[in-house]
């Protein structure tokens, strides 16, 4: 098609030039490509051949980072590099920094980006307290919300939601005795969300 052109020639190393996750940042596309100078690093692009180049060269030189995870959270980009490392970017070399360098023996990167606010929740994975739930507003690492902490808060949510408010009042639809229909029922009606 003639509307379908290449943006821009990327350095081939023998490696997967180009990561097939996007992420965008206002009018500018974020991924991953390698270059035998670089090394695979964080790109931008605006669609134009001038404006398609190395965001930062994470670990300098040949070697690479493998950004990955890219997530748009309001003016701010998020994604892991070096497998274990969360990092935040604005989209300039020197916004582009470290969040938190994770445990390396952890079994997993950060991963999930969901961003609820100006707060970013994800999971990551550190030898003492194994994969939890983390949260960061980009600038102070909250420490990995407890499982306590997460049934207290679901416990909260479920009393003050309507469905747990009161008993329904509509009818259940059954089915005969023995059913499958009917199983599923009665189990359901013996178990309290």
């Given at each position: 098609m003639p509307g379908t052109v290449p943006v821009k020639p990327i350095d081939l190393t023998?490696?997967?030039?180009?990561?097939?996750?996007?992420?965008?940042?206002?009018?500018?596309?974020?991924?991953?490509?390698?270059?035998?100078a670089t090394g695979c690093e964080l790109w931008r692009s605006d669609g134009t051949?001038?404006?398609?180049?190395l965001v930062k060269d994470i670990n300098p030189g040949p070697s690479d980072s493998f950004p990955d995870g890219?997530?748009?959270?309001?003016?701010?980009?998020?994604?892991?590099a070096n497998g274990n490392e969360l990092w935040k970017s604005d989209g300039t070399t020197t916004g582009t920094v470290l969040v938190?360098?994770?445990?390396?023996?952890?079994?997993?990167?950060?991963?999930?980006?969901?961003?609820?606010?100006?707060?970013?929740?994800?999971?990551?994975c550190e030898t003492a307290t194994g994969c939890e739930l983390w949260k960061t507003d980009g600038t102070l690492l909250?420490?990995?919300l407890s499982?306590?902490?997460?049934?207290a808060r679901l416990a909260a949510f479920r009393s003050s939601?309507?469905?747990?408010?009161?008993?329904?009042?509509?009818?259940?639809?059954?089915?005969?005795?023995?059913?499958?229909?009917?199983?599923?029922?009665?189990?359901?009606?013996?178990?309290?969300?």
């Open positions: 023998g490696a997967p030039a180009l990561s097939l996750r996007l992420a965008a940042l206002g009018s500018t596309i974020y991924f991953m490509a390698c270059e035998s051949v001038p404006g398609t180049s890219l997530t748009t959270v309001g003016s701010t980009l998020y994604f892991h938190k360098a994770f445990d390396p023996a952890g079994t997993s990167p950060p991963s999930g980006f969901t961003a609820i606010g100006s707060t970013v929740y994800f999971s990551a909250a420490p990995p499982r306590t902490s997460i049934r939601s309507p469905r747990s408010a009161a008993p329904s009042t509509s009818p259940r639809r059954t089915g005969p005795a023995g059913s499958r229909c009917g199983k599923a029922t009665e189990q359901r009606e013996g178990r309290r969300w």
